[in-house]
């Protein structure tokens, strides 16, 4: 397994934007595929966006789709998610994980970090 560590979560006003950074630990970080996904308080954790190993096939949510924007660095060991256009309804925790599968549900993650707050403010 990987250890994930997530940062740049904050504060923005709606319509703002927030890029989140996602460091692993470990040798084998380019093997993983990599999600986003997101804890709103008394809801379910939900995919937000993933990508493959190579960078080269990304997936979103319905919900963030046009405004967010995954991708990574397998040099640095580390997955990005941009978030613009952001809106009052994006406010989270925002968890990054990674998987050998082929499925984006949370069930089927190999490894998480333990989040960052993200809170857009109307």
């Known amino acids: 397994q990987v250890q994930l560590v997530e940062s740049g979560g904050g504060l923005v006003q709606a319509g703002g934007s927030l890029r989140l950074s996602c460091v692993a630990s470990?040798?084998?970080?380019?093997?993983?595929?990599m999600g986003w996904f997101r804890q709103a308080p008394g809801k379910e954790r939900e995919f937000v966006g993933g990508?493959?190993?190579?960078?080269?096939?990304?997936f979103y949510a319905d919900s963030v789709k046009g405004r967010f924007t995954i991708s990574r660095d397998n040099a640095k060991n580390s997955v990005y998610l941009q978030m613009n256009s952001l809106k009052p309804e994006d406010t989270a925790v925002y968890y990054c994980?990674?998987?050998?599968?082929?499925?984006?549900?949370?069930?089927?993650?190999?490894?998480w970090g333990k989040g960052t707050l993200v809170t857009v403010s109307s």
């Open positions: 990508i493959s190993w190579g960078g080269g096939h990304t």
């Open positions: 994980a990674a998987t050998y599968g082929s499925s984006w549900s949370p069930d089927g993650m190999d490894s």
């Open positions: 470990g040798r084998t970080f380019s093997t993983y595929a």
